[in-house]
């Protein structure tokens, strides 16, 4: 039987910050400062709602019973359910899901969705397990978190490492803990499904189109051009690689790209699809392209270039590094890659950053169209989705970039305050519950 223990609100305040919380909690200050965030309310957002950690066995393929670590931080509801990808990797831990629990608020808020935040996942390296001990450990984490999840409660996705076949295991096993008569009305407890099994058509493009879009809008307000600039990309996961398909067939080039195996450049332009077709075939991996030369990870940021898009892991752009690098935009295509000390470094520089709540949020709003083709029992088509999704972004990229503009901002700062104050009006409509 798998133990759980769910941590209370009033003992989260005692877990020391560190590491991607403390960046979190530094942007989240900035903007509280300068928006003069009500001292309760403040309180309130600066802390988790719940965070549940469940330990549970499971079987591997050689009759061995290994433990896994399953994690989920519900950060902020006033909105609505908690939304927010799960991941597998061994950087998850619960102090990396309170910090991704907490952009995932800021994230749904600016976009105008009806959801709060929350984050999650598996500490696990998913490339030293079978596909059956992977489907089984989905299953088992499942059958721990059903509880503490459900479609108009808390509503998970992907994240690194987890897709459309997990999102599936997820609502079949949470749909079979379910009485028989409710089974199908739970569809929608995950978003990110295969397209056979309630998901949207265009999901798997939806935060990587997005990452295109944003730098498309932004190209627009500085009377730029994208065709001809060259682009690198960190990550070649799902993001990455539609963010780069969509940049290069609107002329772009890509230039250098890094994933967990190594770096590769070529000036004149790496193809796409032959990189995405070559890793397929090479375990995910892209080194050794044969169109390319091999770079040395330690200067991948510092490649010439003219945007650049971390879409891996969070921190990857730091003090250490910010100062070589030679984009005129950084497009935050991951989840906090940029820590407050790197940021620092590249405004004084005047180099531009889209934030990640706001350039990779095309995830989350494709989501919510997922989540509302089940609840309502629709089915859109691909065309719809796209339009829809263009719309929504542009409006989310307007209201940021106009913000920035009028009160003399950063666009992290600036997307930051639409955010909160969002959920601070919320708040004081509604009061606080004694």
């Known amino acids: 039987m798998a133990t759980m223990t769910v941590i209370p609100k009033k003992k989260t305040k005692k877990v020391p910050a560190k590491g991607m919380m403390d960046n979190v909690m530094q942007q989240f200050s900035i903007a509280a400062d300068y928006i003069d965030l009500h001292p309760n309310i403040r309180k309130i957002l600066s802390i988790t709602n719940n965070e549940i950690i469940v330990n549970f066995p499971v079987k591997m393929d050689n009759g061995e ?81 059903a509880d503490n999840i459900g479609p108009e409660h808390d509503i998970p996705a992907p994240d690194v490492n987890t897709n459309s076949q997990t999102m599936a ?3 079949d096993t949470y749909m079979s803990m379910r009485p028989p008569a409710e089974r199908t009305a739970n569809q929608h407890v995950v978003t990110g499904k295969p397209e056979g099994s309630g998901g949207l058509e265009g999901r798997d ?46 002329g772009a080039k890509m230039a250098a790209v890094q994933d967990a195996f190594g770096s590769i450049e070529n ?22 392209f044969p169109e390319a030369e091999t770079l040395d990870s330690k200067h991948f940021f510092a490649t010439d270039c003219d945007i650049c898009i971390p879409a891996a892991l969070g921190n990857q752009i730091t003090k250490d590094n910010a100062a ?20 620092q470094i590249l405004l004084k520089r005047n180099i531009a950053i889209i934030p990640d709540i706001l350039c990779n949020s095309g995830g989350v709003v494709g989501s919510y169209f997922e989540w509302l083709q089940n609840r309502n029992g ?23 970039f106009e913000y920035a ?11 930051y305050c639409i955010a909160i104050q969002r959920i601070e009006k919320a708040y004081i409509q509604r009061g606080i519950f004694p």
């Open 65 to 145: 019973v290994e433990i896994f670590t399953g994690y989920r931080v519900q950060h902020n509801n006033a909105l609505g359910p908690y939304k927010g990808g799960l991941r597998y990797h061994p950087t998850v831990d619960i102090d990396a899901a309170r910090a991704l629990a907490m952009w995932m608020t800021w994230k749904t808020s600016l976009a105008g969705l009806p959801y709060g935040g929350g984050k999650g996942g598996i500490q696990l390296d998913p490339s030293k397990y079978s596909k059956g001990e992977l489907e089984r450990i989905t299953r088992r984490f499942t059958f721990a978190l």
């Open 169 to 171: 295991w997820i609502a």
């Open 205 to 250: 493009r939806a935060t990587g189109y997005g990452v295109f879009l944003n730098i498309k809008f932004w190209s627009e307000k500085n009377n730029q051009s994208i065709k001809d600039k060259k682009f690198i990309v960190q990550g070649f996961g799902n993001v990455g690689f539609w963010a780069a398909h969509f940049l290069e067939k609107e």
């Open 267 to 288: 000036q004149n332009g790496i193809t796409v699809e032959d990189l995405f077709n070559y890793s397929k075939a090479n375990n995910g991996s892209i080194v050794d």
């Open 324 to 343: 070589t690098i030679k984009a005129t935009l950084i497009a935050e295509g991951a989840n906090g890659p940029t820590n407050v000390e790197g940021e």
């Open 378 to 400: 629709e089915l859109w088509q691909f065309d719809e989705v796209i339009a829809k999704l263009d719309k929504k972004m542009k409006e989310s990229f307007n209201k940021v």
């Open 405 to 415: 503009q009028r009160e003399g901002l950063d666009m992290r700062t600036a997307a």
